[in-house]
């Protein structure tokens, strides 16, 4: 019952503040106050076609026009408005009117999600003082114009970039004081470059995102021009070796869902993220302790896994396990005894007592295979040695009783 009450008095308190000239609660826009007290205007989904007309209000938390045929912003779209978040993604806007947010909304203005309906113009950026503004998503923009306006957004904490055409990362944005995340996914980003032009290593980005692009390779001088990067993902992306990024500070890599089949690291410092690739092979390494490969499905499970195992794990006497750095799900390719089965339910000694010769079409050869047929060719000789030599301490053993036995039947 308190609930109820509750919910009326913040309902009617709602409505008293209500900027929206016209309020249609069951296919329309309405106000409304979480249960936190925070308040927001909400236009039901595919409900209206442009953006509904405001009166001088108190400050809102959000506006929600998402999913909607919305497809001009114009210079009086947000007269008089007072609101810190502006939702208007998945809308066709095909125009902005330069003057759109040159009002006293960017007084207030503190996140922007944006989508324009294709090659939309960021000509809106450059008017009006954006003081406010810490987070900006723009999907399906021109970013071969109007860079310098990035400029004006000196207090952005976060920018998401999708679904556009960007090639380069220009001075305006890397050199913004305040940027700590930028975000280029989705935008079929084949070369990954800065503007040298303007270089600076003033940079305060600390997560770099370029997951679902179309890199094949990244800087390896990218923590030196973002001297502050901790997170880089590059997931979701066609790099089909371990790029070599300078070590002058440590990183997270996210390098999962890739097309890398073989990988060697001698020194690496970063924290790398394998999963979901395609490896087949690798090499032995220093340290894998910092390497995690999750849900690997194409390994070829034999003596040169066993060896690489040797190397990099302490304890190998049972089962390997899901031990670092591998997981519980990761799977045998090949050879055909096992394939299919998971790398946690075979020991070390079925994998090293298994030397091919030959590999599948999508592995590359370790480059010391010689060495490890002849450890293998040793271990198993050792192996045949310590058995025959057991043999015959048995069989001496047993003499030995059998002669005294007689001995003790003779007496």
Same mark, same amino acid.
């Given at each position: 019952?308190?609930?109820?009450? @509750? ?7 709602? !409505? ?99 989508? *324009? ?8 950026? &450059?008017?009006? %003082? ?45 050199? @913004? ?11 079929? !980003? ?16 600390? !997560? ?13 001088? @990218? ?21 070599? !990024?300078?070590?002058? #500070? ?29 490896? &087949? ?64 339910? @075979? ?19 370790? #480059? ?27 069989? #001496? *053993? %047993? ?9 003790? #039947?003779?007496?």
């Amino acid at each position: 019952m308190m609930f109820r009450f @509750l919910y009326c008095v913040l309902f009617i308190s709602s !409505i008293k503040t209500c900027p929206l000239k016209t309020v249609d609660i069951q296919s329309g826009c309405y106000c409304g106050i979480e249960i936190d007290g925070s308040n927001y205007i909400n236009c039901q989904p595919y409900s209206i076609e442009k953006i509904p007309e405001f009166t001088r209000s108190y400050i809102h938390d959000k506006l929600n026009l998402s999913n909607n045929y919305i497809e001009y912003l114009t210079n009086t779209s947000f007269h008089q408005l007072k609101v810190q978040r502006i939702y208007l993604e998945k809308n066709p806007i095909k125009f902005i009117d330069k003057e759109a947010f040159n009002t006293n909304i960017l007084h207030y203005l503190e996140e922007l999600y944006i989508d *324009s309906k294709g090659n939309g113009s960021l000509e809106f950026l &450059c008017y009006g %003082t954006w003081k406010k503004l810490r987070i900006l998503k723009l999907s399906r923009f021109n970013f071969n114009q109007y860079q310098h306006c990035f400029d004006r957004l000196n207090r952005l904490e976060k920018l998401i970039i999708q679904h556009s055409q960007i090639d380069i990362i220009p001075y305006h944005i890397y050199q @913004l004081p305040f940027l700590y995340e930028l975000s280029l996914v989705n935008n079929d !980003i084949e070369y990954f470059n800065f503007d040298d032009q303007y270089l600076s290593y003033s940079s305060s980005i600390r !997560i770099l995102n370029l997951t679902l692009n179309q890199l094949q390779t990244v800087p390896n001088d @990218l923590n030196i021009r973002l001297p502050h990067l901790i997170t880089l993902d590059l997931s979701n992306n066609l790099i089909e070796s371990l790029p070599s !990024i300078n070590e002058i #500070t440590k990183l997270h890599i996210n390098l999962s869902f890739n097309l890398i089949n073989y990988f060697e690291v001698n020194h690496n410092l970063h924290f790398i993220d394998l999963s979901f690739n395609p490896i &087949c092979t690798m090499e032995q390494t220093t340290d894998v302790s910092n390497i995690v490969m999750n849900h690997l499905i194409y390994l070829h499970c034999d003596c040169r896994l066993a060896f690489f195992l040797k190397k990099n794990l302490i304890d190998l006497s049972e089962y390997v396990g899901d031990s670092q750095p591998f997981g519980n799900q990761t799977m045998c390719a090949s050879p055909q005894m096992f394939k299919g089965q998971y790398l946690k339910d @075979l020991t070390y000694e079925q994998l090293i007592t298994t030397c091919s010769s030959e590999l599948p079409a999508n592995c590359k050869e370790v #480059t010391n295979f010689e060495e490890i047929q002849q450890y293998v060719r040793n271990l198993i000789e050792t192996i045949e040695t310590n058995v025959i030599e057991t043999e015959e301490k048995v069989d #001496t *053993s %047993t003499q030995s009783k059998l002669k005294l036995e007689n001995s003790d #039947t003779d007496n």
